[in-house]
């Protein structure tokens, strides 16, 4: 595991109970706002420290899911109100440096076609969760349903992450490695996946100009 994550970890074991709440359910926040950090790997601590009595098991679920859900809405309302400039104001944010014009078109497109169903499974998509927030303020989806369907899937998504740690205890670090292997699935899936829409585009737009030589 990298050292700073690593040095994390020790600095949050020294911290008191009260502490230790406040900072994972920060962390679960900052995940959502700034995408390197590696909020997954330190919320399945929390996991840990719940195993060994140090905080409760469902207080971290709950705050971490309260964070999760925070830093969803702060970064849908950031793009609500930016809406379809966000392309063109890219420079204005230091942090859209991290998403590519490419994946905002993406999101957007998945927000239109699948709407909320996009929000309740935005944890479970490696990756993509910043931008998936983002585009769902850009295209303007509900923001009570928007609010609704991301705490039901950060609270899943958390139940599973911490109860990971408290089953694993001292092992906990080895979730990383199936962390990384379940981005590397998602993203490949994902990947498949435009690839079959853009692939099928193409075909319909040739069986069109077909059917149009035709008549």
Same mark, same amino acid.
């Given at each position: 595991?990298?050292?700073?994550?690593?040095?994390?970890?020790?600095?949050?074991?020294?911290?008191?109970?009260?502490?230790?709440?406040?900072?994972?359910?920060?962390?679960?926040?900052?995940?959502?706002?700034?995408?390197?950090?590696?909020?997954?790997?330190?919320?399945?601590?929390?996991?840990?420290?719940?195993?060994?009595?140090?905080?409760?098991?469902?207080?971290?679920?709950?705050?971490?899911?309260?964070?999760?859900?925070?830093?969803?809405?702060?970064?849908?309302?950031?793009?609500?109100?930016?809406?379809?400039?966000?392309?063109?104001?890219?420079?204005?944010?230091?942090?859209?440096?991290?998403?590519?014009?490419?994946?905002?078109?993406?999101?957007?497109?998945?927000?239109?076609?699948?709407?909320?169903?996009?929000? &309740?499974?935005?944890?479970?998509? %490696?990756? !993509?969760?910043?931008? #998936?927030? +983002?585009? @769902? $303020?850009?295209?303007?989806?509900?923001?009570?349903?928007?609010? &609704?369907?991301?705490?039901?899937? %950060?609270? !899943?998504?958390?139940? #599973?992450? +911490?109860? @990971? $740690?408290?089953?694993?205890?001292?092992?906990?670090?080895?979730?990383?490695?199936?962390?990384?292997?379940?981005?590397?699935?998602?993203?490949?899936? +994902?990947?498949?996946?435009?690839?079959?829409?853009?692939?099928?585009?193409?075909?319909?737009?040739?069986?069109?100009?077909?059917?149009?030589?035709?008549?």
């Amino acid at each position: 595991m990298e050292q700073h994550v690593l040095d994390i970890v020790e600095w949050i074991r020294l911290q008191p109970v009260l502490g230790i709440y406040v900072i994972l359910a920060i962390i679960a926040y900052l995940e959502n706002v700034v995408p390197p950090i590696p909020g997954d790997i330190l919320i399945v601590f929390g996991g840990y420290l719940a195993s060994e009595q140090i905080i409760g098991f469902w207080w971290v679920v709950y705050l971490t899911t309260a964070g999760s859900v925070l830093g969803f809405m702060t970064m849908y309302y950031f793009g609500y109100a930016v809406g379809d400039e966000i392309r063109t104001q890219r420079n204005r944010f230091w942090f859209l440096k991290f998403f590519d014009a490419e994946y905002l078109d993406k999101a957007e497109r998945w927000m239109y076609r699948w709407g909320q169903g996009v929000v &309740l499974s935005n944890r479970f998509l %490696a990756g !993509a969760r910043s931008i #998936i927030s +983002i585009m @769902a $303020g850009v295209t303007r989806l509900n923001p009570r349903n928007t609010a &609704l369907y991301a705490t039901i899937g %950060a609270l !899943a998504w958390n139940f #599973i992450l +911490i109860g @990971a $740690g408290w089953l694993i205890g001292d092992n906990w670090p080895v979730i990383k490695n199936y962390l990384n292997l379940y981005g590397s699935i998602i993203a490949g899936v +994902i990947a498949i996946y435009v690839l079959y829409l853009g692939v099928r585009y193409i075909l319909e737009k040739r069986s069109v100009k077909n059917t149009q030589k035709k008549s």
